[in-house]
Each structure stands twice: as structure tokens, then as C-alpha cells.
């Protein structure tokens, strides 16, 4: 299913439709921002958000980005550094 399929058919934790939708950090799930907040709540939350970044920095390194890799990672590491949701 893509991600305009799954907006249409809304969140997928809690249901929810004619809402704002984003992507959970753990999985290609469309959620709603409730179900968000919800998310930035869990203990392991950060790790998640720093594994998405590291993946996109990898990302952008196999397209020949290593500049745009580069800042991606040190927003990774800034973000363990000093950011806690």
C-alpha cells in the first residue's frame, strides 16, 4: 500500500481520518499526529529518529550527496548531543 492509499484509509493505530498524517519513525506506517505525540513519547524514541537520519545520510551518500550526507550526520549527532523530545 503507498503512502496516499494509506492516508486515505487513515491512521494506522488509531483510525483516525480527515486529519494531518506523517510517518512514524519505526515503521512506513502513516499515523496521525496524535498518535505522534504518542510516539515521541516512548523511551527509545530518539534512537529512532537518529537510525531514520543515519539511513538518509546512507541514502544521500549512495546518490554521490556526501556534503548533504555530511549535514545529515551532524545533525544526527547534534541531535544525540543535545535533544531529547
Known amino acids: 500500500m503507498d503512502w496516499m492509499e494509506q492516508m486515505r484509509n487513515g491512521c494506522a493505530k488509531c483510525g483516525a481520518t480527515g486529519v494531518?498524517?506523517?510517518m512514524s519513525m519505526y515503521n512506513e506506517d502513516m499515523i496521525c499526529m496524535a498518535c505522534k505525540a504518542?510516539?515521541?513519547k516512548r523511551p527509545?524514541?530518539?534512537?529512532?529518529v537518529n537510525r531514520d537520519l543515519t539511513e538518509y545520510?546512507?541514502?544521500l551518500d549512495e546518490?554521490?550527496?556526501t556534503a548533504q550526507a555530511a549535514?545529515?550526520?551532524k545533525a544526527a549527532a547534534y541531535r544525540a548531543a543535545f535533544v531529547k523530545e
Open 20 to 22: 494531518g498524517m506523517t
Open 38 to 40: 504518542k510516539e515521541k
Open 44 to 48: 527509545d524514541y530518539d534512537q529512532a
Open 57 to 59: 545520510a546512507g541514502r
Open 63 to 65: 546518490r554521490g550527496m
Open 71 to 73: 549535514n545529515v550526520r
